[in-house]
């Protein structure tokens, strides 16, 4: 299919979608329909990166309930990257060495000291490869679980870029804030990334003074991290620049790592919010803790701050279009439950997972995949094996490929677009349509067919997936059960059977007769073939 009937079928299918929600609806009901392979690969590739068939399976012996809950609790705490890196060249041809850290041990806590700002940069450098490399590791031997992608999720909600924090040790002390508090309490996280140094840095509150308010920070706090630009969010202006007032004074350590707040540089006055805040006044002190967590109080003692967060939270995991009908009967119970337990996430992502609204038909094989969907998703689904995340001398070459693969597609690791995070999940009218381009949909299709080719992924043991392999009409459903969300028609179907397995015909048997002969020329290429015109329909791009 060219490029141009990719666009203009994922177009009709959105369309389609659209008209289809409006004739049918679930709401936060429990969830007590099938529990077959559709859905557990829904589950499962919403809330990971891929379903592979050992999960599926896994899943499968699960009721609904009993998998949300695994999903949402089976966490980990990794070790920290490490250097992998060796001596660093200057610009004189002499090579110096990272003398704080040696090679396999962590750098995180060191404060790259070296005299020469050159070789400091170079070691910075280095120290940022190694933590993209480290992060890649972990998404793609993630467990069981959705960490991973709430891990995503924050940086998106925060999306702090490496390009104004410039500094290792600062942007992985910001995403571990965010591993941390991945599953945990929204309002606690928002009040850490306030002054967590990498965000000091990123929207220059450390700039922010009594003498010289800078309000970048209060401004995108408000309207990114908590209540939003909606109709019901009626924060003013004045309310930017009271907020900035509260924050005056937090300042940055490098050595030891972490912020601190600079009393001589606080705005010591009143502070006097609008009526959409009640009207409240944060009295003006020389504890910077005490204006802050006022600050935190105010803005989440709003209804809009849940029902924010919600909308996001929904748009990343469910669908980007949020109607009256979904604002009414998912988002605000969903938002209530939120608030009820005091901001903690997991109530809410609880809720949503176990609805009808969650897994009702029209709500899936209804977004494009992001890049780290179509790519770790895709090698993960293969069963392709890759080396522990903690293999630095194997694994982190192969990490930092898929992070290289992801940015060309769109998707790079601390570097959204902007503040905003990716516009896949917020810019209208297209979203998550913004994933395929004249740019990224030849890398997506490269990036696919180079699995094939250079025999990265092992079509034969894929195949031996089905339940029936030797039978055709079986090995296409299994497989492409497995493999798209969006079901293919049995023209297509039977397309593919003819065309890939049969040599152009309509007779079962030569294939039969192939795999069982064990004629492993006709098998491998007959499933190189499928495979890569699988992984180029438009249906393999829907989640």
């Known amino acids: 299919m060219d490029r141009r009937a990719f666009f203009n079928r994922a177009m009709n299918n959105r369309v389609a979608a659209s008209e289809s929600r409006n004739k049918m609806f679930a709401g ?23 379903a592979k068939k050992a999960d599926v399976d896994y899943f499968l012996t699960l009721n609904p309930d009993v998998a949300v809950d695994e999903l949402l609790n089976n966490t980990t705490t990794p070790s920290p990257p490490v250097r992998d890196y060796g001596l660093l060249e200057d610009d004189f041809g002499m090579l110096h060495d990272d003398l704080g850290v040696a090679q396999g041990q962590t750098w995180v806590n060191d404060p790259n000291t070296a005299s020469d700002p050159g070789i400091r940069g170079s070691i910075n450098a280095r120290r940022v490869q190694s933590l993209k490399k480290w992060w890649s590791g972990l998404i793609i031997n993630q467990g069981r679980s959705i960490q991973e992608k709430m891990v995503l999720f924050w940086h998106h909600h925060f999306s702090i870029q490496e390009s104004e924090v410039e500094n ?37 509150g450390y700039l922010n003074s009594k003498q010289a308010p800078d309000e970048n920070y209060a401004r995108e706090m408000q309207e990114l991290f908590t209540v939003g630009i909606g109709p019901d969010s009626l924060y003013t202006e004045d309310d930017v620049i009271a907020a900035a007032r509260v924050l005056t004074g937090w300042r940055i350590n490098s050595d030891p790592l972490g912020s601190f707040f600079q009393a001589s540089a606080h705005d010591t006055g009143a502070k006097t ?136 597609m769109q998707q790079e690791l601390f570097q959204p677009p902007d ?39 092992d079509v034969r043991a894929f195949a031996n997936y089905s339940s029936n392999p030797a039978d055709p009409n079986q090995l296409i459903a299994d497989v492409t059960a497995l493999l798209l969300r969006y079901p293919l028609s049995v023209n297509s179907k039977n397309y593919v059977k003819s065309r890939f397995l049969l040599n152009n015909t309509t007779d079962d048997t030569i294939w039969t007769n192939a795999w069982n002969s064990n004629n492993n020329t006709v098998i491998n290429n007959s499933l190189r073939n499928m495979f890569k015109f699988l992984m180029n329909l438009p249906e393999f791009h829907l989640c």
Request: net charge negative.
């Open 273 to 408: 919010f609008s009526a959409f805040y009640n009207s409240t006044t944060i009295p003006g002190s020389t504890n910077g803790d005490q204006e802050l967590d006022a600050l935190m109080n105010m803005i989440f003692n709003t209804d809009e701050a849940a029902r924010f967060i919600c909308r996001k939270l929904y748009k990343w995991f469910v669908y980007y279009q949020i109607d009256t009908a979904t604002e009414t009967d998912v988002i605000i119970p969903m938002a209530q439950v939120l608030k009820s337990n005091n901001y903690d996430i997991k109530p809410a992502l609880t809720l949503l997972f176990k609805s009808e609204h969650f897994f009702d038909t029209i709500n899936q094989a209804c977004y494009i995949k992001s890049p780290f969907d179509i790519i770790v998703g895709t090698l993960r689904e293969f069963n392709t094996p890759f080396p522990a995340y903690t293999n630095y001398t194997t694994g982190y070459p192969l990490f930092y490929s898929l992070y290289q693969r992801a940015a060309e």
């Open 419 to 457: 503040v905003s995070g990716w516009p896949s999940y917020y810019q209208e009218p297209m979203h998550y349509e913004l994933w395929v381009n004249s740019n990224s949909l030849p890398r997506r299709a490269d990036f696919t067919d180079a699995l094939v080719d250079d025999s990265v992924i």
């Open 168 to 204: 290792a040790q600062f942007l992985y002390k910001h995403h571990n804030l965010l591993r941390t508090n991945a599953l945990g309490n929204f309002k606690t996280l928002v009040r850490e990334v306030t002054i967590d140094p990498a965000m000091l840095l990123h929207l220059n």
């Open 28 to 50: 936060l009901n429990p969830y007590s329909g099938s529990w077959t392979i559709n859905e557990v690969t829904h589950l499962l590739k919403r809330t990971m990166f891929g």
